[in-house]
């Protein structure tokens, strides 16, 4: 079974960067994608925030476009997520996940990390 940790998170002032970490562990070869959702005040549903397929497409959401940057390191299994340009409403839990590509509902989801960005 895989297993996934996320890590990272803290506060800043805007304007300020954070790096997040997701290391999968397990059937890694099963995994046709990684990335994270978050989880912000007042929003019912997880945003996506980036994602990075194994043949090498990524995508980012609309509102972090341009200032997160997704990246893997193959040989350790593990993702990163480089938030630059922080704004007030990037705040919330950042979920790290690993699709084994049986759909959304088979996801296997670290544990959240917050990120607070305030002045």
């Known amino acids: 079974q895989l297993h996934v940790v996320g890590s990272g998170g803290g506060s800043v002032q805007p304007g300020g960067s954070l790096r997040l970490s997701c290391e999968a562990s397990?059937?890694?070869?099963?995994?046709?994608?990684m990335g994270w959702y978050r989880q912000t005040p007042g929003q019912q549903q997880r945003e996506l925030v980036a994602?990075?397929?194994?043949?090498?497409?990524?995508k980012y959401g609309e509102s972090v476009q341009g200032r997160f940057t997704i990246s893997r390191d193959g040989a350790k299994n593990t993702y990163y997520l480089q938030a630059d340009s922080l704004k007030p409403e990037d705040s919330g839990v950042y979920y790290c996940?690993?699709?084994?590509?049986?759909?959304?509902?088979?996801?296997?989801w670290g544990q959240g990390a917050q990120v607070t960005v305030s002045s």
């Open positions: 397990g059937p890694v070869l099963a995994i046709t994608a």
């Open positions: 994602v990075f397929e194994t043949r090498g497409f990524i």
């Open positions: 996940y690993a699709d084994p590509g049986l759909g959304p509902d088979m996801y296997y």
